[in-house]
């Protein structure tokens, strides 16, 4: 009776394994693999496949009959022992197959190259108007593999990174478009916000400095950059940065007002009544016109 127990638990997995192989290769049924060399190692593999298969049927035997146990305990041993050697084969045969189509992939040319990048970095960029921030970084990195030193393609990415917090990340694709294009002003004022909204305020000075140093017709910078050396302690270079931004808009109001600011704490009164007869002229109304004067006064 155990013998015939033992039969058909053999006969059982025998089938299995014959199923499993089988349908991994269906596709040689229709094809004459004689005349198709690539198909001829492709039955090699099967044929040692299986004979892999029958060789652990045939060990599995012998272990059932040295390790007599009861019928039900040994099942589930044949099961779990069978299913994790049919997984091993197919995850090879997987990677044999993803390695195959890998190859079969034909080669863009150059212009179809730019075409996709083109197409890649368009939808990285909706992705990113809209807040898909995953969709954006996935189309940027697809853009990224195609051309890998397009800046267009690493600032999509960067800026993708900055939206959804991923300072960190940001920082070191900002940091590697510098490497592509070391002329990137709005780069380096990215990098120089990032280092401001972590607190480090030396850092984001440097930055600022190289972006003005780069393209100094933007007043919003020397402001900002005004105010962070002020943060700093650094009122006389400050001040020098002031007057750019309001030698670029001499009637601006706000830069005005951080002119007399920084004049009477460099107790520079001559600059201190300039800037406020200028902000007395362009906003008369400026409710912080009288405390200037009194403050003027006393320098």
Not at 191 to 201: C, H, R, T, Y
């Amino acid at each position: 009776m155990l013998n015939i127990v033992f039969s058909i638990i053999i006969l059982i997995g025998l089938g299995v394994a014959a199923f499993i192989v089988i349908r991994k290769f269906p596709q040689l049924a229709n094809l004459d693999v004689n005349n198709l060399p690539a198909e001829k190692v492709a039955r090699k593999k099967k044929e040692i496949i299986t004979k892999r298969i029958n060789e652990h049927n045939q060990v599995v035997k012998e272990k059932l009959v040295r390790w007599l146990k009861p019928v039900g305990y040994l099942w589930g041993l044949v099961q779990l022992q069978f299913r994790r050697y049919v997984g091993k084969l197919e995850i090879l045969l997987h990677h044999e197959q993803a390695a195959k189509k890998k190859l079969e992939v034909p080669e863009m040319s150059t212009e179809e190259q730019e075409q996709k990048l083109a197409r890649l970095i368009q939808e990285g960029e909706q992705h990113l108007q809209f807040n898909h921030y995953d969709q954006a970084e996935e189309k940027f990195i697809a853009a990224i593999k195609i051309n890998s030193k397009s800046a267009v393609a690493y600032r999509g990415l960067g800026d993708t990174y900055l939206a959804k917090g991923a300072l960190e990340e940001a920082r070191q694709t900002y940091r590697f478009i510098l490497q592509l294009e070391p002329d990137d002003d709005s780069v380096l004022v990215k990098l120089a916000d990032i280092a401001e909204s972590q607190g480090d305020l030396e850092e984001a000075i440097e930055y600022y400095q190289q972006a003005a140093i780069l393209n100094d017709a933007l007043s919003p910078r020397f402001c900002h950059l005004a105010e962070l050396l002020l943060k700093v302690d650094q009122p006389q270079v400050a001040k020098e940065a002031i007057l750019q931004a309001v030698e670029l808009e001499p009637q601006n109001p706000k830069y005005l007002d951080l002119l007399i600011e920084t004049a009477i704490i460099c107790k520079d009164k001559n600059l201190a009544n300039k800037g406020y007869n200028d902000l007395r002229l362009v906003n008369p109304e400026n409710q912080k016109l009288e405390e200037f004067r009194h403050r003027i006064e006393q320098i």
